[in-house]
Each structure stands twice: as structure tokens, then as C-alpha cells.
């Protein structure tokens, strides 16, 4: 099926928001982990469709995909590791609940 | 440069060197640093005399300038000049510095500060020689502070007393103040005229361009500066208290020089202040004023040297108002009469007060001895009868002179106020006299009894300026006569004109001393005790004089419900408004908004996350609209 | 000729600098000697500096000139004309004299003095730079050394306030100041930063000259101190120790002044002219007000700094006036008032050293037990008063002949502060050393020979300018025509 772009917009629209909104509202940092993993993978979408729809579906936009993904890789298992770091310290992984990062 | 102003420029240097090389070398050797300051003006009175036998008969104006400072619309100039009317006080303040010079090295014998004192006499006639010779009004300025600024050094001298420190910064607040209106009235000319020089001044009132009302304005506020220097009324009040410095220095100083200043520089610009008719009626009333008022408070002190003082404000008034009235040789006359025998009287009351260690009357009547000193009484009836205007000695001459002015000049109720001022000094100055000379108590311990190890009387050093001085005071009078020739007019004025004596105003001065003399003869010769004088007798003239008129109190109350509160509320604005609340509340201000912003940063890790993506939004919308 | 003779004026400071802080903290006497020689070869250089001048030419002269950042146009250039020489040799004198007057500083006297002359060199930098960049940047230096002098060696009990006060209005200030210049790099569209090119060049539309002008006044203002951001200066000098407040009201005021007079009139003529009122308004202020609020006060130190506001006065007043007469007033005044306050303060703090008070309220009769500390405060309150003979009537005189010329009535309401100061100076020297002696101070020795050492140096460099100011009034005059001559072109 020729999809147009805008379809496409909408869905990485849409994950892009949920992940946000779980950000906000979420106070599990492993949930905020999973919710910036739905931002990461409604941006690809993003670029992806727009590489094929506006930018005549060469490669640069599959390239910069694949870097989202690995990037998003390494950098979930650093996140996790300090989220394993942060419970092992305070005993905690409330958001609302580390608050020592203030002024 | 001729050799007029070679000799003037000498004069005024000596004292200067003297100051320096006592300031410089010979600060811890007292002895010596007397003999440099009495060398120094010794060698300056020497060049005067020299400088007025070459010019005896006077001479005129020779000028020399140097330049001090340029500017865009003006040039300031120092410079010396030498006429008559400056040789005549180049001498008088030569003679009369030198004599104080040695009276002092017996008087203040043993003083620890003696190089101090030197040092600050040297200072003292550098500055006045300074003010004599000028040119402009600017460098009069100059000298005129100078000499104010060694008043304050001279009369605190003994510093350590709290009444003399006192005395010496009311001196020098109040004559500031009169600076105030000269230095006010100087800058006023330099800028309307361009420049000072007084014989541009003194031409003044034929000078088209200059408004009356300016010449006016200005001459009032320059005698704003003399009204404070020569103790005129109300700036008066700083001249008794002043008398709280050493003897010598009140002579010199206090009665001879720095308070004739003022009378000088009318003199001197003399062209100037005619300019303006309402300035000079001024200048005569106020003087008129001074001297009745100076000379009643004069009958109720029984300190020698209180006498003394208001008889000189009393003695600067009557030159003052003599100027006022038009009376230009009278004026300045009695003030070279005046010098001599007030420097005179002074002296005698040093010596009086060296040797009984008061300067009470009565105490030294108590103690004895005083008809055994035998030099320093004579000179001092000699000068008494100088002052009161007996003939045939110098004052009354002059005082002649000052009503032969008042009369010329339709000035009538000035010539009857001055025959009752005359009265009045006669009266007081031999109350001071008879009192002295009351027959000593029976427990006196004077009686053959050997003071200092000199006799009865001071040291020669001491005495002999007495001697000196007395002798101008018998003789300087005749200057005027017709003995010489009309010698005074032609020296000061270039006019052959030989003063006829006027006869029915010496007889009117003669009749008033007589009936001063017998008044004070009548309640105070020949007793003994406390006597009270009959301004004394009156309840509320006794109050008044007493108070001196209340003027004291009123600058008491001046400063001290006037002047300090309104600083304290300037502190306190300065304090509390500018600083406080100025200052400090914005600091404070400051503080505060920034830790209510800190309440952002409140350690929520998703409040940071929705702030900065609203604010993300935000500027993309911005941007979007720009 | 081509020795680098304003750099060496930057240079023996900073090497004394560095030594003293090669030296070990026990060096004491060490370090002072390095002070001391340090500050006295560039005293010699500023002295030489007035003799070499050339003044048939005028101008600027030994200039030197190193490109720096040239695509912004930043270089390194000093030069000096008629204007900033005096003002080198005053700073010369005032660094001599403090270091001399601070011999007997036994707190970290190695940090002391290297922060002391590094801020002289600051000021010597601001005095004789002509690259608007490098101003800002010895201003800064100039200032920022002040907060931990005061704060650490300073005296009474509010001194790290006064500290912190001090050099946050004069940051203030200095942020105004900084403003502008990029301000005035930015409309004069020439890209550079060289002063001597701006001059030349330079146009600025009369609005533009309104809004820098007023941003100058405010930045140099500050640092004069213009009343109303003047709090700062009486209690900094109070709490200072007695060499940094002989830099900072002998020097450090004039960096004010010298802003106005070298950067903001003659680039921005118009703009004086239309803030000249408000200028007058607020010197009239700064004189009546100071000396008014100088009577009321009790630390002696205080009376001097808002004696010295009262004076400073008299500098805006004199640019006020917008002529030749008031301009060379001015800067002679700042002259003449850096050698008055430096021998105020210092001897002062002679005596401080011995009594550790200065409340009037607590002294009385010191002349009795310090008759040579009691001396030169006396000849410091007659130079302060104005008495002829010493460098302040001079400038005060030429002040006080261009305000009666331009502004009648308040030059002669200026002229009564005359009398006001001669009260609160003459009623303290009375109070503080005449009189009968206290009984806490009967065991006082009086100074030393060595501690009247700078005092006799200040009184006779008071004495002979004021005698003969036209050695520096001449030179000064040069600059201040050429000031003048911008503004008649307005």
C-alpha cells in the first residue's frame, strides 16, 4: 500500500508524545527508561519517513536510523547501570523521592 | 627691578627663611632657634627703616609682578608692591614684630616649646608682610589666610589647655566664615572684571561697564571677610577669648597686625569701597556700633588682659567707621597710632602678669608690689594715656584726626557717638590703672622683696621694648601738626596741605577725657578692695555687659542646637535612607528574588524535564514568529 | 628613546610582585625592601616621566604600541599626554608612601603587599593605556584586589561589609562603564578599540551621545563618587587599613574622574552638555552634603572619606562647568586631593597604630603625648581646608572661578562648604589632639623617625605644588584645551 507521509507523522507523533507525557507523570525511572525508548524509536520512525517521503529515500536517513538505534542501545545500559547504582545506594527508584540535586 | 622693590622683596623673605631653617635645622635648640627668628626680623626691620629713609617723604606706587597662574580669561599675579601707604605698615609691623621678637625671649623663658613659637612668629610675619605688599585682592587673600592660619597655631599654642584650644578654633571657624564673604566677593569680581589688581579696583566706580549694585554686593561681602579679621560686630566675639595665647602674641597679633588687617585693606582699596556710598555707610555704622558695644563690655572685665582686647575692637571699630565716613588718613593714623601704644599697653600687662602669675586685676592690686615695678607702670600710664586721648600723646592725636573726619564729613552723631566711646575708654583703661595702683593691703609681701632676681621689675629684655614703645606713643602723634609740617600728609597722601589744628574739637576730646579720668579717679583710686564702677551699680546693665551682650551664648546655641543636628540628620539620612535602604535593599532585593528563583531547582527530576520542555516549546514559537 | 619607559612603570611592580611572592612569608623584611625599591624605581620613572615630556609638542608621547587581537581591534598601547602624567606620579607617590606607612604590617605581610601593588599596577595600567579594552581590564584589576585588603587586614567590626559593599557598587559601577565602551565599539562602527583613533574618527549622533554619555556618568560616577552612589566610600575608607585607603581616596577615587575627563567628553561632547545640570546638581550635593554629614561623625576616618566625597564634588563641578578654567580645576584637584587624603589617612593611621581607636569621642590631648602625629594631621586638616600655600586652594580657587562664572548662585553656595570643612576639620584636630590628654593615652611614644618619613614627603609636595602648581597645571592645560576646543565645536 502507497502510504503518504502524513500517517506515518501522526504514529511517531503519537509515540513521541506518549513517551513524554510518561516521562512527566511516571515516578519509576525504569518506566522513564522504557518512555525515553518510545521517544527514541517515534523519532526514528520520524526520520525514516521522512527520508523516504521528502528526501527522496536515500541512504543518509537509514544510516542516521541505525545510528539512533545503537545509540539508544548503549545508552539504555548506561542508564540502567545507574539506575542499579541509584537503588543500591538509596534504596530507592522514586523519582519524587531523589531529590538531592537541588539549590 | 629697582632697588624699592629689591629691599620690600627682603623684608617680606626674612621671617620666611626663618621659619625654614627653624622648621628644617634647629628645631631641638630653643636658644637658637630664637635668635634666628629675632636675626631674621631684626634684619627686616633694618631694610624696612632703610627702604622708608630712602623714601621719606613718601613715594608712589612702583609695582613688581611675577606670574603665577594662567588661564583661559585671566592672569593671576603675585607680585610686590611698595608705596606709602605699604611702607607705613611695613614699618609698623617690622617694629612692633621685632619688639615682641625680644620681649618674648624674656616672657616665654623656660617655655618648652620655644622653637615652635618662634617658628610660628616667624610664620605669623612672613604671612603679614605677605598681605601688606600685594598687589591683588587674590595674594591680600593668600596673606590674609596665612596670618589666620598662625592666629590658630599662636593662640593654641599652649595646646594642652582645653580653653585655649577652644579659643584658637573659634578664632579660626569665625574668621572663616567672614573669609566666606571675601573669598565669595573676590571670585564675583575676578569673573564680572577679570582681574584683581587693586588698582584696576579702585577704578572701578568710574569703570562704565560695572553695574553699582555689583560693586556694591562685592564690597560688602570683602568687608563680610574684614567684620571677621578685625573683629567687628558680630565676628567680634573671637578676640577675647583669643586672649587665652601668649601675651606677646596677643600684642603682636591681637592688637597691633593681623586685626589691623582688615582696616588696611579698606584702606588699600580705598577707591573701591567709595564706589559704593551704601557700602561705606554700612561700614561706618557697623563700626560705630562695635565700638560702643566693645567699649561698655570693657567696663565690666577684670581680667587685664579682657580690658584690653574689647578696647581694641572698640579702638578697630572707630578706624573702621572713620574709613566708612570718608576719613582715608584719619583712618589709617589711628591705626598706626594704635598699634604702637595697644602693643604698648599689652606688653606692660605682660609684664605684669609675668610677674604676679595672674592676669586678674584685683589679685595683682592683693599681691603688692605693683608701684615698684617701676618701668612697666610708667610705660603703662604713658600708653593709658595714649589710648584714653591725653595730649599731647600719639592718640589723641589720631583720635583727633578720626573726629576732625567725622565732622567734614556731616557726620555729626558719629563725632558725639565717638566723644562718649572716648569717654567710656578713659574711664576704663584708668579704672584698670588706679585699681593697680591701690595702696597694697598690709599683708602684702612685697615689701622689700626681690622678684626673678632682678629687681622688682622684668628682665631688660622685657622692659626696654616697653620703653621703645612708649617713646612712638609719645611721639608719634606730632606727625600730624603742624610741628612737622603736615609731614603725615605728604608721606601718605602726596598733599601739601598742613593740618591747621582744630581747635574746638580738641577741646571738646580734652573736656571728655578730663571727665573720664576723674569718673574712674572718683570711684576707684585710692581704695582698696572689690569696687564696683557705675555701669556696675545699674542691675540690668551690669547683666548685659557681664553676658557681653549675650553673643556668646548665641553662637552656643548655633552649633550646638543648629549646626550638629542638622548634621545628624544628614547622617541619619545618609545612614538609613541612602545606605540603608538604597544600598543595602537592593543588595537585599537582589537576594531575595534570587532564592525565590532558587525554589526551582527543587530537586525534581521531572519537574526540570517539563520546565525546560515548556520552555523548548516556547522558543520555538518565538522563533517561529520571528 | 625607544626604551619602553611606560612599561617599565607596569613592569618593576609586577616583578616586585612576583619576587615578593617568591619569598617565603617569614622574609618579611625581605619583602618590604622588594616593596619598597620596586615602588620607589617607579617613582624616579613617573618624576623622570614629568621632566621628559616634551611640552612644546604636547599630546601623546612614549607611545608604545603592540597589535593584540587585531580582527577585533584590541592592542596593546600605552602613552601618556599631559593629563595622565600628573596622575602617574600621584599614583607613584601614593604606592611609596603606603608601602612605607605599612612597615609595621605582621599579618601575611607577603600577601599584603603583593596585593597592594598589584593593584597599583592596575591603576598604573588604567592611567596610561589608550586601548578601551585594556582599560576595562585594568580597571577591574584595579578594583578587585580592594575587597581583600579590606576584608582581611582591614579594622572595626563591619569591615568585610564594607569590603563586600566596596567592591560590589564599584563592579557596579565598572559594569556600566564596560557597557559602554562596548556600547561606543559598537556605533562607532570603526572595529577597534585604539582610543587615539577614536577620538579622531569617531561620530556619534547627538541621541547616541545622550544615552552613552549617561551611561558613563553612571559607571564613572560610581567610582568618584557621585552622590547618590557614595555610601560606599566613607565606611570603606573607615575600614581600611591605612595604605589602601591612602590608594583608594588618594588614587583609586580619580580612576572617576580620569574616565570622565579621558574617555566620556571628549568622545561624547554633546552628551556633557546635555547632562551638565544634572552633573552640577549632584556635585552641589556631594560638596554641602559631605562636608554637612562630615561634622556629624565620630570615627575620624569616616570625617576624612566624606570629606573626601565633599571634594570630590568639586571635580564634577569643575567638569560641570564646561570650561578651561573648571577642567583644569578639576584635574588638578584630583591631584592636589590624592596628596591631601594619602597624608590624612597616613597620619592617621600613625597614630592608630598606637591608640587602636579613632573615635574622636575616645581620644583627646594626643598632641601632648604625639606632638609629631598631631603636627602633620594639623598641616593635613590646613592643606584639606584649603588654606594658600598647599595645592588645594589652588584647585579649589580655579573651581571655584569657573562655577561663579557658569552657575552664579550655586558657585557661591559651593563656596560656603569652605567654611564647613574649616569646622569639622579644626573642631577634630581640636577634640582629637588639644586639650588635656586622656588618661588611657598618657604612654604613648610618638612616631618614628621612619614613620614621618611619608608624611614629610606628602606635606612638601603639597607645599611646592601649591606654591608653584603651574608645573602641573601646565601640563594638564594642554589636554583640557583640547577637551575644551571638542566641546566649543558642539
Known amino acids: 500500500m502507497a502510504f503518504t507521509l502524513f500517517p506515518y507523522l501522526l504514529l511517531s507523533l503519537i509515540l513521541v508524545s506518549l513517551g513524554l507525557i510518561g516521562i512527566l507523570i511516571r515516578r519509576n525511572l525504569v518506566i522513564m527508561l522504557i518512555c525515553v525508548e518510545l521517544i527514541l524509536n517515534g523519532v526514528t520512525l520520524n526520520v525514516l519517513a521522512l527520508n523516504k517521503f521528502s528526501l527522496g529515500g536515500g541512504a543518509g536517513g537509514q544510516i542516521l536510523a541505525i545510528f539512533i538505534v545503537a545509540l539508544a542501545a548503549a545508552e539504555t545500559t548506561i542508564a540502567l547501570a545507574l539506575i542499579f547504582l541509584i537503588f543500591r545506594h538509596y534504596k530507592e527508584i522514586d523519582a519524587e523521592k531523589l531529590t538531592e540535586l537541588k539549590g | 627691578m629697582s632697588e624699592n622693590i629689591t629691599l620690600a622683596t627682603w623684608v617680606v623673605l626674612c621671617p620666611f627663611i626663618s621659619l625654614l631653617v627653624i622648621g628644617v635645622f634647629t628645631r631641638s635648640y630653643k636658644k637658637l632657634s630664637a635668635l634666628v627668628a629675632i636675626s631674621a626680623i631684626a634684619v627686616s ?526 547622617n541619619w539620612i545618609d545612614r538609613k535612607v541612602i545606605n540603608d535602604t538604597g544600598v543595602n535593599g537592593s543588595g537585599n532585593l537582589v537576594i531575595i528574588s534570587g532564592r525565590f528563583i532558587s525554589r526551582l531547582m527543587n530537586g525534581l527530576l521531572q519537574r526540570y524535564i517539563g520546565t525546560s520542555l515548556v520552555i523548548l516549546l516556547l522558543l520555538v514559537f518565538l522563533w517561529q514568529l520571528i | 628613546m625607544n626604551f619602553p619607559i611606560l612599561s617599565s612603570i607596569l613592569i618593576f611592580p609586577t616583578l616586585g610582585v612576583l619576587l615578593i611572592l617568591f619569598c617565603k612569608p617569614e622574609q618579611k623584611t625581605a619583602i618590604r625592601v622588594i616593596s619598597l625599591i620596586s615602588t620607589g624605581i617607579t617613582l624616579l620613572l613617573s618624576i623622570y616621566l614629568m621632566i621628559a615630556y616634551n611640552r612644546q609638542i604636547g599630546g601623546y608621547q612614549f607611545v608604545e604600541f603592540i597589535p593584540w587581537i587585531p580582527q577585533w581591534g584590541i592592542n596593546y598601547i600605552l602613552a601618556v599626554d599631559g593629563l595622565s602624567i600628573p596622575l602617574v606620579f600621584l599614583n607613584a607617590i601614593a604606592i611609596f608612601t603606603g608601602v612605607l606607612a605599612s612597615w609595621h604590617i605582621e599579618d601575611r605581610t607577603k600577601e599584603f603587599y603583593a596585593l597592594l601593588i598589584f593593584l597599583a599596577t592596575g591603576v598604573f595600567g588604567v592611567f596610561m593605556t589608550q586601548d578601551l579594552f585594556f582599560f576595562a581590564i585594568f580597571y577591574e584589576v584595579a578594583v578587585l584586589p580592594m575587597y581583600l585588603l579590606i576584608a582581611i587586614w582591614g579594622s572595626g567590626k563591619n569591615r568585610e561589609y564594607a569590603a563586600f559593599k566596596l567592591t560590589l557598587m564599584l563592579f557596579f559601577g565598572s559594569a556600566f562603564v564596560m557597557g559602554g565602551i562596548l556600547y561606543l565599539y559598537k556605533v562607532a562602527g570603526l572595529n577597534t578599540f585604539n582610543l587615539m583613533e577614536l577620538k579622531k574618527l569617531a561620530q556619534f549622533p547627538t541621541e547616541v551621545q545622550k544615552i552613552l554619555f549617561l551611561l558613563f556618568f553612571i559607571g564613572f560616577g560610581s567610582i568618584v563618587p557621585s552622590f547618590p552612589m557614595h555610601t560606599w566610600s566613607p565606611e570603606g575608607h573607615a575600614c581600611a587599613p591605612t595604605a589602601v585607603s591612602m590608594l583608594h581616596a588618594g588614587v583609586l577615587m580619580k580612576l572617576g574622574g580620569y574616565g570622565l575627563l579621558r574617555i566620556a567628553i571628549p568622545l561624547l561632547p554633546s552628551g556633557l552638555q546635555h547632562w551638565a545640570v544634572l552633573m552640577m546638581a549632584l556635585s552641589m550635593c556631594n560638596i554641602i552634603y559631605g562636608a554637612f554629614t562630615a561634622i556629624a561623625q565620630d570615627d575620624m576616618k569616616f570625617m576624612v572619606g566624606f570629606s573626601s566625597v565633599s571634594h570630590m564634588g568639586m571635580v564634577l563641578f569643575g567638569i560641570s562647568t564646561m570650561t578651561l578654567t573648571g577642567l583644569n580645576g578639576a584635574a588638578f584637584q584630583m591631584f592636589a586631593h590624592g596628596l591631601v587624603t594619602a597624608l590624612y589617612f597616613s597620619s592617621i593611621g600613625v597614630m592608630y597604630n598606637k591608640t587602636h581607636t579613632r573615635m574622636i569621642s575616645e581620644l583627646g590631648g594626643i598632641a601632648n603625648v604625639m606632638p609629631r602625629a598631631a603636627f602633620f594631621f594639623a598641616i593635613a586638616g590646613m592643606a584639606g581646608l584649603g588654606l594658600p600655600g598647599f595645592a588645594p586652594f589652588v584647585a579649589e580657587l580655579m573651581v571655584f572661578i569657573a562655577g561663579v562664572k557658569k552657575y552664579p548662585l550655586f558657585g557661591i553656595i559651593a563656596v560656603i562648604s569652605v567654611v564647613v570643612t574649616a569646622f569639622y576639620i579644626i573642631s577634630c584636630i581640636q577634640r582629637t589632639y588639644f586639650g588635656t590628654t586622656n588618661p588611657r593615652w598618657t604612654g604613648l611614644t610618638d612616631a618614628t623617625n621612619f614613620e614621618v618619613l611619608p608624611l614629610v614627603i606628602l606635606v612638601v609636595a603639597l607645599f611646592i605644588f601649591g606654591m608653584y602648581p603651574r608645573i602641573i597645571l601646565d601640563l594638564m592645560q594642554m589636554e583640557t584645551k583640547n577637551i575644551i576646543a571638542k566641546l566649543a565645536l558642539m
Not at chain 2, 608712589?60 to 608692591?81: A, N, P, R
Not at chain 2, 601704644?341 to 592690686?365: P, R, Y
Open chain 2, 45 to 570: 626691620t633694618l631694610l624696612a627703616i632703610i627702604l622708608y629713609i630712602k623714601n621719606i617723604y613718601g613715594l608712589t606706587q612702583e609695582i613688581h609682578y611675577f606670574e603665577w597662574l594662567i588661564t583661559d580669561y585671566f592672569t593671576l599675579k603675585f607680585g610686590i608692591l611698595v608705596d606709602s601707604l605699604s611702607l607705613g605698615m611695613m614699618m609698623v609691623v617690622c617694629i612692633v614684630s621685632l619688639l615682641v621678637h625680644i620681649y618674648s625671649w624674656g616672657y616665654m623663658e623656660g617655655e618648652a616649646g620655644l622653637s615652635r613659637y618662634y617658628a610660628w612668629l616667624s610664620l605669623f610675619s612672613w604671612a603679614m608682610l605677605v598681605f601688606v605688599v600685594s598687589p591683588t585682592l587674590l595674594q591680600a587673600f593668600f596673606g590674609w589666610e596665612l596670618v589666620g592660619a598662625a592666629s590658630f597655631l599662636l593662640i593654641g599654642f599652649w595646646y594642652y589647655k582645653p580653653e585655649a584650644a577652644q579659643a584658637a578654633r573659634k578664632a579660626f571657624v569665625m574668621t572663616r566664615f567672614g573669609d566666606f564673604g571675601f573669598f565669595a566677593g573676590l571670585l564675583i569680581l575676578l569673573v564680572v572684571v577679570g582681574n584683581i589688581d587693586f588698582n584696576v579696583l579702585n577704578q572701578l566706580g568710574k569703570n562704565m561697564g560695572i553695574s553699582p549694585r555689583l560693586i556694591t554686593i562685592t564690597a560688602l561681602l570683602i568687608f563680610m571677610g574684614i567684620m571677621g579679621k578685625s573683629a567687628q560686630f558680630p565676628l567680634h566675639a573671637w578676640l577675647p577669648d583669643a586672649m587665652e595665647g601668649p601675651t606677646p602674641v596677643s600684642a603682636l597679633i591681637h592688637a597691633a597686625t593681623m586685626v589691623a588687617a582688615g582696616i588696611y585693606l579698606i584702606a588699600r582699596a580705598y577707591g573701591f569701597f567709595s564706589a559704593s556710598p551704601f557700602a561705606m555707610e554700612f561700614i561706618a555704622f557697623v563700626g560705630i556700633l562695635t565700638s560702643f558695644i566693645a567699649a561698655t563690655i570693657a567696663l565690666v572685665q577684670n581680667d587685664v588682659k579682657k580690658v584690653m582686647a574689647y578696647s581694641t575692637i572698640s579702638q578697630l571699630g572707630l578706624m573702621v567707621a572713620a574709613l566708612g565716613a570718608g576719613g582715608y588718613k584719619a583712618g589709617v593714623f589711628h591705626l598706626f597710632s594704635h598699634a604702637f601704644f595697644k602693643a604698648l599697653l599689652f606688653l606692660c600687662a605682660g609684664s605684669l602678669i609675668h610677674h604676679f602669675h595672674t592676669n586678674d586685676m584685683w589679685e595683682m592690686a592683693e599681691k603688692g608690689g605693683v608701684r615698684k615695678m617701676k618701668i612697666t607702670i610708667t610705660t603703662l600710664i604713658i600708653g593709658a594715656l595714649a589710648l584714653s586721648g591725653c595730649p599731647p600723646f600719639a592718640g589723641f592725636f589720631s583720635k583727633d584726626a578720626i573726629l576732625v573726619a567725622f565732622e567734614t564729613n556731616e557726620k555729626h552723631f558719629f563725632m558725639y557717638a565717638t566723644l562718649l566711646i572716648s569717654f567710656l575708654t578713659t574711664y576704663y583703661t584708668f579704672r584698670m590703672i588706679f585699681v593697680l595702683l591701690s595702696p597694697e593691703p598690709q599683708n602684702s609681701h612685697s615689701h622689700g622683696e626681690e622678684h626673678h632676681g632682678h629687681g622688682h621689675d622684668s628682665p631688660a629684655n622685657m622692659t626696654i621694648p616697653l620703653i621703645i614703645l612708649a617713646v612712638f606713643s609719645v611721639l608719634f602723634g606730632f606727625v600730624d601738626t603742624p610741628l612737622m609740617n603736615g609731614y603725615f600728609n605728604k608721606f601718605l597722601m602726596n598733599k601739601h596741605e598742613v593740618e591747621h589744628l582744630h581747635w574746638s574739637v580738641m577741646i571738646k576730646s580734652f573736656i571728655v577725657f578730663l571727665a573720664g579720668i576723674s569718673f574712674a579717679y572718683v570711684q576707684f583710686a585710692g581704695k582698696t578692695g572689690y569696687r564696683e564702677g557705675f555701669a556696675e551699680k545699674v542691675g540690668w546693665i551690669k547683666t548685659l555687659l557681664v553676658n557681653k551682650y549675650f553673643v556668646d551664648d548665641f553662637y552656643f546655641i548655633l552649633v550646638r542646637c543648629i549646626i550638629y543636628p542638622f548634621a545628624s540628620v544628614l
